[in-house]
């Protein structure tokens, strides 16, 4: 008589699939479909990789925009629909190289010598994935130059980094990244950068690059301040599927990584998930597994549990390419939808001690997905145990039963398993997503590579700051009258907005910019500028 545990084996080596030429294997044996799920996807399936090689070929993907979505290019030029663009990614890795090369030589130098720390200042997709790559692949004891980023527009933040290498500013490097160059908080970033370099007596354009669109805001200031360095970022390119472009391959070379690897391995991955077999691609197999665990709705939260320290900030880069690609309100064809699927993540073993409780016992409103590294280490094995058991071992075994504890409790997984972190298996990691991504977005009809909500946010945002400054010419005509939130809110003819400007006011309090008299309660506070600045408004 067969038991649960045989059925189970047998269900392991039929649902997984093992790729040897990029070095993975991925398991759907702990996702629940029917046997003939593939057979009832294929006719949806078939028509995504039709879209899909449509996109490779340069058709337009992104209508909002007019653009064509080319991040696969990036890993493959002679697919580009033109030998100018062809040339233009190749050229720019052969200018990444060589420009890292000339850093790391002390070609192009500091004032006082080879440059040592690269801050590189961006947000989001000009960011995550560099750090991902940075914290995956970096090696204190072999980097060429130590990494930071100004990744907000947090002033706390900026701080705390300068605080740490402003001894040594002089050695440091800035890559600046935006595409349109007009993104407040990489400009912000840029700013505080550039007063920071100026307070130390340093040209701040003398230890810049940008990676940018050519043209652009942040183009034309590098070029007027004379930067070291300008690489493009092109508009078929999305930032959060541009880290195999010069937005990630740059920080990555700097840092003294193998840049060639991580190409090879999202081009191998990239070769791999083309084909159109659903059974033996596993970029398929993945997006297939998302819509029978969320049901083609989102109905489920994702969560990415690596089992390496390396992969710690995969989760956060797979969640801007995850979710402001697939979190959308309308489909292909207007209709209203509210698709999406929300991630999150730690890693393992990190988890057994905050959330996986509640994974196992608690709403079961996600599905897992465990990353496993086989290789422990690169250096000597060290024995935790007298029988010869490692740290190691022990990081496998709670994979081993944290997935079979959730398993039991009727909660779905996927693993994906690699040998090690190298570049060459990140750059797999990276391709395999991003394919994902597509083929998913095209099964449930939606556009993937546009985000309108990520818009409407920023146009939000800078209306606070419109409201700030109308707040500021408001006390300026009343003479610094102290007034309520009531009265500065009809007195600047933005009732709608008076809760907006209550929560300026205490910002700006908070901040000294402002003072506040006290009133019967905290609606009642009244607000006027600070007596130190009578003669000169707080506003800068």
């Not at 093992?18 to 028509?47: P, T, Y």
Request: overall charge negative; aromatic content about 8%; proline content about 3%.
């Amino acid at each position: 008589m067969e038991t649960d545990a045989l059925k189970l084996w047998q269900r392991y080596k039929e649902r997984t699939t093992f790729h040897d030429e990029i070095g993975l294997s991925l398991d759907l044996s702990r996702v629940d479909f029917a046997d003939d799920f593939f057979e009832q996807k294929a006719e949806s399936i078939n028509k995504t990789f039709a879209a899909m090689a449509e996109l490779e070929q340069g058709a337009i993907a992104n209508p909002d925009e007019n653009r064509m979505v080319g991040h696969y290019w990036l890993r493959k030029p002679e697919l580009a629909p033109s030998a100018e663009i062809s040339q233009q990614i190749t050229s720019t890795i052969e200018n990444v190289k060589a420009f890292a090369a000339a850093i790391h030589s002390g070609e192009v130098s500091g004032v006082d010598g080879l440059f040592e720390n690269v801050i590189v200042i961006g947000i989001g997709g000009s960011a995550l994935g560099p750090q991902f790559v940075s914290h995956a692949l970096g090696k204190p004891k072999e980097d060429r130059m130590k990494m930071w980023f100004f990744d907000n527009t947090d002033p706390d933040g900026i701080d705390k980094v300068l605080d740490k290498i402003e001894s040594n500013l002089d050695k440091t490097l800035c890559i600046v990244i935006s595409k349109s160059g007009g993104t407040k908080e990489t400009r912000n970033g840029m700013l505080e950068a550039k007063v920071a370099y100026e307070r130390a007596g340093l040209n701040f354009g003398e230890h810049a690059c940008a990676v940018t669109g050519e043209g652009s805001a942040l183009d034309q200031v590098a070029e007027s301040e004379g930067w070291l360095k300008r690489f493009p970022m092109w508009d078929w390119v999305g930032g959060r599927t541009s880290e195999t472009s010069a937005v990630g391959l740059l920080p990555a070379a700097l840092q003294g990584l193998d840049i060639d690897q991580l190409l090879a391995g999202a081009a191998a991955c990239d070769e791999l998930t083309r084909q159109a077999d659903a059974e033996a691609n596993p970029a398929a197999r993945l997006a297939l597994a998302w819509m029978h665990c969320c049901n083609g709705k989102g109905e489920k939260d994702m969560v990415i549990l690596p089992y390496k320290d390396r992969l710690e900030l995969f989760s956060r880069y797979l969640q801007q390419l995850i979710m402001e690609s697939l979190g959308k309100d309308k489909d292909l064809d207007g209709n209203a939808v509210q698709q999406g699927i929300a991630v999150y993540g730690n890693k393992g073993s990190t988890d057994q001690h905050a959330y996986i409780q509640q994974l196992r016992d608690g709403v079961p409103n996600f599905f897992a997905t465990f990353i496993e590294v086989l290789k422990e280490r690169s250096g000597e094995l060290f024995h935790v145990e007298q029988e010869g058991v490692t740290a190691g071992d022990y990081l496998s075994g709670f994979f081993q039963g944290t997935r079979k504890a959730l398993y039991e409790s009727g909660r779905e997984s996927i693993t994906i398993t690699i040998n090690e972190v190298t570049p060459f298996s990140v750059g797999v990691l990276i391709a395999l997503y991003e394919r994902a991504v597509g083929l998913y977005a095209s099964l449930v009809n939606i556009n993937a590579y546009h985000q309108p909500g990520v818009e409407a946010g920023k146009k939000a945002a800078e209306r606070v700051i419109e409201l700030e400054l109308e707040l500021f010419e408001c006390l300026m005509r009343r003479d610094g009258h102290p007034m309520k939130v009531d009265d500065l809110a009809m007195e600047m003819q933005a009732v709608d907005d008076i809760e907006t400007i209550y929560k300026i006011c205490e910002h700006l309090c908070a901040n000294g910019r402002l003072a506040k008299l006290p009133g019967e309660g905290p609606f009642e506070v009244q607000y006027t500028f600070p007596e130190s600045s009578s003669d000169e408004l707080p506003i800068s």
